[in-house]
């Protein structure tokens, strides 16, 4: 079965024939698992075992909604799953909010809500609840999804900023920036062009590879304001000195070229399937040959070090010299996931 | 603290330091709970005792976004612990998405966030995660909310459409259409002013309260397509007959002249603080009684019934006659919820 209407009006939203059968033949059908049912009020998720249980959200706008190497609904799924794994769970259950506008393509909605299937699939995590809005025309960007994820983490295990102590290494599970660029490429504003695939994708694999470090501190993804953000958390979480290395930071070549032509900084882009760790010094280069040696890990790198120094983020640059890294203010990319 | 800007910009979406700003002084400040973590990337719930787990989650629009008897925030809680209560859980973990547009006021923000505060200590739910995305000037609708729980379920617990037999009974907690016509009102777009207040608020005293009859089957609040709609479910999903009775469904006075005057039928009107409760006939009383007893129970009525002959929804008249119930298909109020 599939939906008859080519774009979707008001009426899908309304609670009647036409949400239902939106729901039955597009977002049930792709969504199909054990645990889903449409009927219900609300899912009864199955005895989810011993540990402690993680819960987390998170809002997808990203402008546009298809760009290479991911969509929003693949970002959706990501976004959220690589909140609970750097918390050191294992994502089990998702919900899906979609705010659909007036007039979207049923076709693209149908993309979107496949690639939301398929990531969850490769995460291994099932869509058990949802809700379904649309709104007027002129009052959305096409579609805006919220994720809200339920994981399992092993008793044991305990991260946090504030489990970092001077000295610690930072990691990054591969180069920086990619994501920023391919969407700012795909709205093609500035007339550039580039072949600069998203690194949207689970971080799973790097999370679990450390878990069983017992000098593992702290693992965050580098999403809205990139690893220069993350260091400032850190930074004023802790009270420490972070000190990143601007020579050790990964970052593509083209990634590289179109944010010297625009005045961009890579530090403060957006990641999407990347992970910083917090690492005690004597386990990093463990941590690290752990993370080179999975697919896309060869570009991990450690690039700085918590100190028990001014609370600044200081960036030893290229050149040798080190510099104040100031807090994000203005966006520079807004609207990127 | 309070947030310096009197309007949302862009940056307050970026994930430096304005968004910080707006996260810390005013939503974890107004919604601070122990179990609340802003700098985690996921809250670890702590153990929830033994039961079934129940997940649900629910996106609102409602336009306008403050409205007599209630506003986007109050509904944003009640609408999803209301779906967790019906279920038959006690609602214990919120998470919450915003969608703010740039140039939202900061005061009517902070109200909307005041109501969200409030209404999750009445029900005594915790808001433990959350996120906030900025969307352009012209691509939202001043503010659009999700908001997943999580309740608690004891496990002898068994309710779903089909465990409704032929001959239960079908009661309504309350008077039926106020949200959507008070909400219909404030937008004044008829030039109509009427004195009636949205029913949004909790459901949960009168789900509890059937919790223990052996005889309760299935409990739903009627949103979005009203107590016809939920009809209209039992019909599709058990393939009974569903008779509701006219005159002994409650509608107040000013909501049956307003859907007189613009051609409305209540039924189709969304409530937002009413259950309807399929119960066998021989405890449909006793159910009754119970509903009456609570404060704002004093119009629960017995509606209707399900029968073993053909599966439509049929209404019986005030005036003595019998006509099918069509679904829902065109949608009378859009953006009710």
Redesign the interface.
Known sequence: MTLQDTHIS??H???????RELIESLFARLLKNPNLDI???????PE?GNG??????????VQPLEFPGGDIGSLAVHGTTN??A??G?IPK?L?????IEEGFEVAQLERIVKSIADAASAVDVHV?????????R????GI?L?T????L?EGRINL??GMIRPGDKLLVSGPVGDHGIAVMLAREEFGLRGDVKSDAGSVLPFTQALLDLPGLRFM??P????VA?VAH?ICR?TGLQVRLDQAAIPVRDPVNSVCEMLGYDPLFL?CKGRVVAAVAADQADVALGRWENLPGGDMAALIGETRQEDPYVILETDLGGARILE?????PL??IC
Request: glycine fraction near 16%; avoid cysteine; charge should be negative.
């Open positions: 008001l009426a939203g309304n609670g009647g024939r036409y949400m009927q219900a009020d609300a899912a009864r998720l989810l402690d249980l993680l819960f987390t959200t998170d809002g997808f706008t909140d609970l750097v918390s769970a259950y919900s899906l909010n979609a705010f058990v609840a949802g809700d379904t809005k649309v709104v007027r002129g009052e959305g960007g805006y919220a809200t994820g339920i994981g983490r946090g900023m965050r993804d999403t809205r304001g990139g953000t958390e979480a957006a807090e994000l203010e203005d966006d807004p609207r």
